[in-house]
């Protein structure tokens, strides 16, 4: 059953008291809640995702966002993220409930997932061949990512590179995209099919929203993909889009130091990572127009075997 | 006392009931490992009992995770401990690591698995700024803690203040004896030191010897104020003792050893629920001999309705009405043991009314 059929008060009436069991990319989740926000978060965002009968359910991750007992919480409303009750954060403003569950979801799987090499990249995948797109914040890499998804692109996921540490193939999380500041009005601007929930204010993060999975991405949710390209995008105002190749051996340091569980890995996450490196082309992607840059990754998928540089 | 109910040490006791698990059963046992950081030490036992097919597919990578994490921090280990002794090199002081750590670089059973928030190490009193400067060169150094904390750790405690690594966050926790000045038990730290045995290839560095080893593991644990992980360290002494047991005149020296040392009382309980919660093969003519350490009938009876709660693992689903009063009460009574009452009470007045009202990350 998918949680779009069920009924609004039936999802509150759950999540208030055994909560939902939740299927996403390889996890299975069991998320219980009492705040509206991550209700109405679910119902926006996860329509599309499958729900798991209690009975037949065996959860990966046992979390909750809930308010904390505290008497401070009665002055200022506040929310805690438990993960099977351990709290990881310290409570947040009950405003950004929503995000602190997706936030929370995130640290559970990269602390504890490691068996995949988990790289800190959002990845999209087009005609079999993903490309991986690890940026630091404020490189345009979610701006990116949405825009591509909504221009037929898979969403792999936004933030957790999942390379499968046998087959070394990459696992699909078509979990929400998160969204920042500007770009919440820039996807919305570039596509009216886009849905972005209500947005949090004041965040760690600025103002954050999500914006909902493409049904096509959620629907193909198990189905894996190989390492086409690794691109890291920068958007800068005003830039002439530019796709430049980079050297293969600063690539590969560069996703060492940026995957969450490297060096636990030990020898085979070199052997995956370079494996990975191997298959994949490697650029420098400069951009300032979002229409551009999607031109440029769909001209990359038409010719994936042709123009892929090398060293 | 009540049989356990926890599905963690059922496995322990008997492997073989996972194949009776219903998919329920593995999501609570995965849940409640986790808590009690035992997922990495199940899964070589699993494997070992013949036991892998009888892990379902969704629960597998639990263990596979846990196991590889497990790998990491062992080669971690060795390689801490390597860079600690390179750091005390000059200082010409026998340096005799402790519990986990000594468990991987001595290579015993108690290894496997083992998962470690910090490196605990043994050295002699007489010189503690000289250690303390010593490790500080190396990158050691005191975080995170008050004040008051601080205070409390060099004053009374018989250690230094927990020392974080700079760039690696790697924790040591440097001792001088194993337990405060302040106990009411204070065993000699230089009998310890007198039997601790070099380890293979690695020169200048020891660990206690295997009775030694034992006592002091159970002393720990009936003298810790706070059990997070009380079935993890009773699985190592579990493995421990299966380990030196097999030797027959282990167990004679074990008690005479204990006597000695005058740590009798603590065998006796580790003893006690190590046969409770893990059917640890420990012969009837021990428990005879160390009849004459046990506590009088009723703070036996109330002793065993706190351990047994205590020692489960820390999860919702081990817990009952008492289980937080009965932490509570081995808080306590942790710290009655640890010091006596002109400095306890002062000392729960601020952990209980001012600590909270400060930003500590680790407590004392």
């Not at chain 1, 929503?98 to 559970?108: A, K, R, S």
Request: glycine share 4%.
């Amino acid at each position: 059953m998918k949680l779009l059929q069920l009924s609004p008060a039936d999802l509150r009436e759950r999540l208030r008291n055994t909560g939902i069991w939740l299927r996403t990319g390889p996890f299975s989740l069991h998320v219980q809640s009492r705040v509206e926000s991550v209700a109405k978060g679910l119902t926006d965002l996860y329509g599309q995702f499958e729900v798991r009968d209690a009975r037949e359910a065996f959860a990966d991750f046992h979390v909750a966002v809930n308010p904390p007992s505290s008497l401070r919480s009665w002055l200022r409303p506040q929310v805690k993220f438990s993960f099977d009750g351990v709290e990881p954060f310290k409570p947040l403003p009950l405003d950004q409930a929503y995000p602190m569950l997706e936030w929370g979801l995130n640290w559970c799987i990269s602390s504890h997932a490691h068996h995949y090499l988990i790289i800190h990249a959002a990845v999209v995948e087009k005609n079999g061949l993903a490309a991986i797109l690890p940026a630091p914040p404020g490189s345009g890499k979610s701006t990116l990512t949405a825009g591509l998804v909504l221009s037929g692109w898979r969403l792999l996921s936004d933030e957790l590179t999942l390379i499968d540490r046998k087959t070394g193939l990459i696992h699909a999380l078509p979990r929400p995209v998160s969204l920042k500041n500007e770009s919440i009005p820039l996807i919305r601007a570039f596509s009216p099919d886009a849905f972005i929930n209500r947005a949090s204010h004041d965040t760690a993060k600025g103002t954050v929203a999500h914006m909902r999975p493409p049904k096509a991405s959620v629907r193909r949710q198990h189905e894996p993909a190989r390492p086409g390209w690794v691109i890291f995008p920068k958007w800068t105002a005003g830039a002439t889009t530019e796709l430049q190749p980079r050297s293969k051996a600063q690539t590969f340091m560069f996703l060492a130091r940026n995957a969450f569980n490297y060096s636990l890995i030990g020898a085979e996450g070199f052997r995956v990572g370079t494996a990975l490196i191997e298959q994949a082309a490697c650029y420098d992607f400069r951009y300032s127009q979002l229409d551009e840059a999607i031109a440029v990754f769909d001209r990359l998928a038409e010719a994936p075997a042709l123009d892929r540089p090398g060293n | 006392m009540r049989a356990p109910t926890d599905l963690v040490s059922l496995v322990f006791r008997n492997p073989d009931a996972v194949r009776r698990f219903s998919v329920d059963d593995w999501d609570l046992l995965i849940r409640q490992a986790r808590q009690a950081g035992l997922i990495g030490r199940m899964h070589p036992l699993l494997l070992q009992k013949g036991l892998a097919d009888a892990i379902p597919s969704a629960a597998r990578w639990h263990f596979e995770a846990a196991s590889a994490l497990a790998d990491k921090q062992q080669i971690a280990v060795r390689w801490e401990v390597g860079q600690i002794r390179a750091a005390l090199a000059g200082l010409n002081i026998p340096l005799i690591v402790l519990k986990g750590a000594a468990y991987v670089i001595a290579s015993l059973p108690a290894a496997r698995g083992r998962l470690f928030n910090d490196i605990d190490i043994l050295v002699p009193r007489n010189q503690p700024a000289a250690v303390e400067s010593a490790l500080m060169l190396a990158g050691w150094h005191a975080v995170g803690l008050s004040d008051y904390d601080q205070r409390y750790y060099r004053r009374w405690m018989h250690e230094l203040p927990p020392l974080q690594h700079v760039r690696r966050a790697t924790v040591i926790d440097v001792h001088h004896a194993i337990l405060p000045d302040t106990a009411r038990y204070h065993p000699d730290s230089a009998k310890l030191r007198s039997r601790a045995v070099a380890v293979d290839g690695l020169p200048g560095i020891h660990v206690l010897a295997a009775e030694d080893r034992i006592l002091h593991s159970a002393t720990h644990l009936f003298h810790d104020g706070e059990l997070p992980h009380g079935l993890r360290d009773l699985t190592d002494l579990d493995l421990l003792l299966r380990d030196a047991g097999a030797d027959r005149d282990f167990w004679l020296r074990l008690t005479t050893r204990a006597d000695e040392l005058q740590l009798t009382r603590s065998l006796f309980y580790a003893l006690r629920y190590l046969r409770h919660f893990l059917d640890t093969p420990v012969p009837d003519s021990v428990m005879a001999t160390l009849d004459a350490a046990a506590p009088n009938r009723v703070t036996l009876a109330l002793m065993d309705r706190i351990f047994t709660r205590v020692l489960a693992p820390d999860h919702a689903s081990c817990a009952d009405a008492f289980t937080s009063a009965a932490r509570l009460a081995a808080f306590v009574r942790a710290h009655w043991l640890r010091m006596p009452v002109h400095l306890l009470i002062p000392h729960l007045f601020h952990k209980a009314f001012i600590s909270p009202y400060q930003r500590t990350p680790k407590a004392a």
